[in-house]
């Protein structure tokens, strides 16, 4: 008896000893602060990452900016060291000027792509004759210098209806991105359009306006679902695509579908707060990006492990490099097959 | 004669008619504002009301959860923000109003202090918010921290100080001042024992509305790198510090060095959130910011009463 009741001492003992294990690798108590700035589009993800990070490590502070992606590139590579972001959310690639600044300034970064992101074209609830416009029309529509002022204008058959176009403005990821993949030429635009960095102001201008064409991030068009006309999108083969969580996924909403990514700073990353935060980010990945209130497409569960390896490598350097890159989905871009 | 007779046509009805035409447009310019103003307060209060309590102003905001946000960092960073304005901007402020008031003699070096003073009063905010990037956080501290933040503030009501103390100081009467010196005050003692206590309400209630305008301010703080998601205020977890000189210090230090944002951010921020709800927070933390500013206002409006009382002139 008094043998079993030692045995059970011991047991109970090995078992807090355990739990003091495990419970000292899963939260060692961090503190410090995490500056992440950058995407607008990438801001409600990162967010609430940084929230539910909060309920397991209160001592960590981390802070989330609103800058844009260009604006916070600048802080990501700001000239001293101690200005400098920990984490860019940028909803693009990083940009040739960007890298060759950060080859200047000597910051090593990791590239890592932590959900999709799709473009949502919009019109007017009303537009009963428009269900989808192919990219050489919307070229034709957005490009500099466009004198398109009239649907009739757009396609025979449209009626004559007078057109008001509305789209972020150019701090914006979004616009950078629409431009790029549409034109051809990142930040060529006709200038004769409404332009605002705030999505609501679009949804507002789109809503009350007949003949409205708008674009801006799909979760805000998911937000604001029953006042708006989704338009599909062919991209030249003669098949208009919707958007929705399973053709961005797949990238055949082509092009307007888009990766977003998170940058981080090589340096940065050997401080644990920082670490602590990025290994639980990607680690919830799934959860966070699918969360109701976040809303954007995750990744593949393959491409996820893939990004927490990339991660843990500390493999640094884009694979935006090459010219057709925009063109290409994240498993080709990062050699990762599809099941 | 009759020629005179001809010219002169009263056309009283007429004119009598335009003149109340004019009134009543003036009536008309004189609603308009109460009534978008009135406006303005019912759209907030019926957006936002529903969500204010307690907990809304000492829970931090949430994205995922936003029926539970709160305004606490924001709140907090704002006394704190206006606390350390105040530390800076007061000393500075009323002795340069002093000095131009009571001892400068008039010189092209002081024309030109007086001018620029003039001038910065009406620089528009952003123009200190690029100063402020500039001077505080790429060159002195190297920090975006709440320092930076409330040395830029500082910067941008300095003016509106020295003025309305200088307005206030001069509307005390010379004879106070020759009183003084004819019993053998020195121009200090004067200064210390007469004209500041006379000119005290018209600086205080100069202080309390220059701060009230510091307060709504959103766009020199963004400039600074203030839009941002926060879940703490500067100064929270006092445990980690002792309570002795050194422990207080390093505290201060570090909630002076600390991220923080305001109402106005906050406000902006959720402002620009996708879903609805983030606007009804907007709206309650609109709620909270209108409070403080109106009661600040009245606390000016008060002393500015009891001072009419209590002259002494």
Known sequence: ?339 | MSAGVDLFRPRLARRRFVGRVFQGLCLLAGLASAVILLVLLLHVAWGGGGLLSQSFLTRPPSQLQPETAGVRPALLGTLWLMALTLVFAVPVGVGAAVYLEEYSRRSRLIDLINLNIANLAGVPSIVYGILGLAVFVRWLLGSRSLLAGALTMSLLILPVIIIASRESLRAVPKSIREAAYAVGATRWQTVRHHVLPAGLPGILTGIILALSRAIGETAPLIMLGALTFVRFAPGEWGDQYSFTATGLGSWLRDALNSPFTTLPIQIYNWAGQPDDIFRRLAAAAIIVLLVILLSMNAVAVGIRAWQQRHKTW
């Open chain 1, 1 to 339: 008896m008094k043998h079993a009741s030692s045995n059970r001492r011991f047991v109970v003992v090995l078992m807090a000893l355990g739990a003091a294990v495990v419970y000292g690798q899963k939260s060692p108590r961090l503190s410090g602060a995490v500056k992440v700035d950058g995407s607008s589009t990438v801001y409600p993800i990162t967010a609430a990452a940084a929230e539910m990070f909060s309920e397991s490590q209160p001592k960590v502070q981390v802070t989330v900016g609103i800058s844009g992606t260009g604006g916070g590139f600048k802080k990501f590579l700001e000239e001293k060291p101690e200005l400098r972001t920990d984490i860019q959310d940028a909803s693009r690639p990083i940009t040739a000027p960007e890298l060759e600044r950060a080859a200047k300034l000597g910051v090593e970064f990791i590239e890592l792509p932590i959900a999709y992101d799709g473009i949502a074209v919009v019109v007017h609830s009303s537009n009963k004759f428009c269900d989808h416009l192919t990219i050489a029309e919307l070229k034709k529509i957005w490009e500099p210098g466009s004198k398109i002022g009239n649907w009739k204008d757009i396609r025979d058959g449209f009626p004559s209806l007078p057109l008001k176009l509305y789209g972020p403005g150019t701090d914006s990821g979004t616009f950078d991105y629409f431009t790029e993949v549409v034109m051809g030429k990142s930040k060529a635009c006709r200038a004769d359009f409404t332009p605002s960095e705030d999505d609501n102001v679009l949804v507002k201008g789109v809503e009350g306006d007949a003949g409205s064409l708008g674009y801006f991030g799909f979760s805000y068009y998911e937000a604001n679902r029953a006042k708006l006309k989704l338009l599909a999108i062919d991209n030249g083969d003669g098949q208009p695509v919707k958007p929705d969580s399973d053709s961005i996924g797949k990238l055949a909403y082509r092009p307007l579908a888009r990766p977003l990514f998170l940058y981080v700073n090589k340096a940065a990353l050997a401080k644990p707060e920082v670490k602590g935060f990025l290994d639980f980010y990607l680690s919830n990945a799934k959860k966070i990006v699918e969360h109701p209130k976040v809303a954007y497409v995750a990744l593949s569960a393959k491409l996820y492990e893939f990004v927490a390896q990339r991660l843990a490598a500390g493999t640094t350097g884009t694979v935006y490099g090459g010219p057709d890159a925009h063109t290409k989905s994240l498993n080709e871009l990062y050699s990762v097959g599809d099941k």
